[in-house]
């Protein structure tokens, strides 16, 4: 089947974070994680994801309150972190969104990701994503993780489903 006519079966997106919502740097004190950065662009192609009334959720190895926060900003409901075993965190979050394996694409950057790739309908990578996640991944963002990966994939998915012009108009009133 053609690329685009699995992103049209999209109901459902699940992203890692260090490596595709934050650009994998983490910043650590004495007193434990200070902060990562979130790219804007990615925060607004959740948003459009959610217009159009497809599913997000965060499914990640590592435990940080940084991600509860930022899922919290931007409506992510369906958090699952310290996840060593992603299969465990990614049948929990398709039970609870009610959707099928084949109807989710997935975005990871690196082996502990690999397990979901064979589970999903979409299996992503952000371009700068370890050369084994690139070679298994079937769509392949030209934008690094934290910097545009997850925007380009979220318009990837609406154009395939031809909403995207329909959710910029709803949340900003202007044509594309």
């Known amino acids: 089947m053609e690329i685009q006519e699995i992103a049209k079966q999209i109901k459902l997106v699940i992203l890692d974070v260090d490596g595709v919502l934050?650009?994998?740097?983490?910043n650590i004190s004495?007193?434990?994680e200070l902060f990562k950065s979130f790219f804007v662009r990615d925060g607004l192609g959740i948003k459009f994801l959610q217009d159009a009334g497809?599913?997000?959720?965060?499914?990640?190895?590592?435990?940080?309150?940084?991600?509860e926060e930022r899922a919290r900003e931007l409506g992510i409901?369906?958090?699952?972190?310290?996840e060593k075993?992603?299969?465990?965190?990614?049948?929990?979050?398709?039970?609870?969104?009610?959707?099928?394996?084949?109807?989710?694409?997935?975005?990871?950057?690196?082996?502990?990701?690999?397990?979901?790739?064979?589970?999903?309908?979409?299996a992503c990578?952000?371009?700068?994503?370890?050369?084994?996640?690139?070679s298994k991944a079937a769509w392949v963002s030209t934008y690094p993780?934290?910097?545009?990966?997850?925007?380009?994939?979220?318009?990837?998915?609406l154009n395939s489903q031809d909403k995207?012009?329909?959710?910029?108009?709803?949340?900003?009133g202007i044509e594309i």
């Open 22 to 26: 934050s650009d994998g740097c983490i």
């Open 30 to 32: 004495g007193d434990g």
């Open 54 to 67: 497809i599913a997000v959720a965060i499914c990640t190895g590592r435990t940080s309150d940084i991600v």
């Open 77 to 82: 409901k369906l958090v699952m972190q310290g």
């Open 85 to 122: 075993d992603k299969r465990v965190g990614f049948t929990n979050i398709c039970i609870q969104a009610n959707v099928e394996p084949q109807n989710v694409a997935y975005m990871g950057d690196d082996i502990p990701d690999l397990c979901l790739f064979p589970l999903v309908g979409l």
């Open 125 to 134: 990578a952000p371009c700068d994503a370890a050369p084994i996640a690139l």
């Open 145 to 157: 993780g934290g910097r545009g990966a997850v925007r380009e994939l979220a318009e990837f998915i």
């Open 164 to 172: 995207f012009a329909s959710v910029v108009q709803k949340r900003f």
